[in-house]
T-cell receptor, first 114, second 115 residues
Framework: EPEVTQTPSHQVTQMGQEVILRCVPI?????FYWYRQILGQKVEFLVS????????KSEIFDDQFSVERPDGSNFTLKIRSTKLEDSAMYFC????????????FGPGTRLTVL | AQTVTQSQPEMSVQEAETVTLSCTYD???????LFWYKQPPSRQMILVIR??????QNATENRFSVNFQKAAKSFSLKISDSQLGDTAMYFC????????????FGAGTRLTVKP
């Protein structure tokens, strides 16, 4: 069964460093998402992406964040200058088409900022 | 703003018994989806059950069923014959249909099934 994959599973970085979290959505899917979950807190929407552009973003998704689909398979989330409060689990998800409802989630990347 | 509220941060149930997790939401939308996701210790989000807002019939999926009250904006999850493997965080989620299908999640309920 096709699945969303994410790498790395755990990323440790120093405050102020740039990180790139990678996701490979299901191959024929068209809509892509990033969510984050700070430990012990709720899952929060960050951004949605369609047709090579951001379609919606939350207030969390400030200028430090960017997303890209560089090669038609990967979907990346970049944090330009990490802060301690960026430490969280980051989930990627995808949907086949707008009429579909189920988002398929990846296993997540745990980001630890020291 | 669309908000999702799960008022029970933690619950426990004996194996083989039934437990109900509550969820309320607030929206001005008329068409939307509601979901319950399970997040076991492995942290991966697993879809448990979904409900289309335009359907009055409550969704069921094996041991999992929902009580959807649209007027009250309530969407509770009932787990029958609880199993040890049901131990996890459970998130209620609301999904837009008018936008790009992004979702809003509740804070989660930690369910522990005791042997």
């Amino acid at each position: 069964e096709p699945e969303v994959t994410q790498t790395p599973s755990h990323q440790v970085t120093q405050m102020g460093q740039e990180v790139i979290l990678r996701c490979v959505p299901i191959s024929n899917h068209l809509y892509f998402y990033w969510y984050r979950q700070i430990l012990g807190q709720k899952v929060e929407f960050l951004v949605s992406f369609y047709n090579n552009e951001i379609s919606e973003k939350s207030e969390i998704f400030d200028d430090q964040f960017s997303v890209e689909r560089p090669d038609g398979s990967n979907f990346t989330l970049k944090i330009r200058s990490t802060k301690l409060e960026d430490s969280a689990m980051y989930f990627c998800a995808s949907i086949g088409d707008r009429g579909s409802d189920e988002q398929f989630f990846g296993p997540g990347t745990r980001l630890t900022v020291l | 703003a669309q908000t999702v509220t799960q008022s029970q941060p933690e619950m426990s149930v004996q194996e083989a018994e039934t437990v109900t997790l509550s969820c309320t939401y607030d929206t001005s939308e008329s068409n939307y989806y509601l979901f319950w996701y399970k997040q076991p210790p492995s942290r991966q989000m697993i879809l448990v059950i979904r409900q289309e807002a335009y359907k009055q019939q409550n969704a069921t999926e094996n041991r999992f069923s929902v009580n959807f009250q649209k007027a009250a904006k309530s969407f509770s999850l009932k787990i029958s014959d609880s199993q040890l493997g049901d131990t996890a965080m459970y998130f209620c989620a609301f999904q837009f249909l008018n936008h790009y299908n992004d979702m809003r999640f509740g804070a989660g309920t930690r369910l522990t099934v005791k042997p």
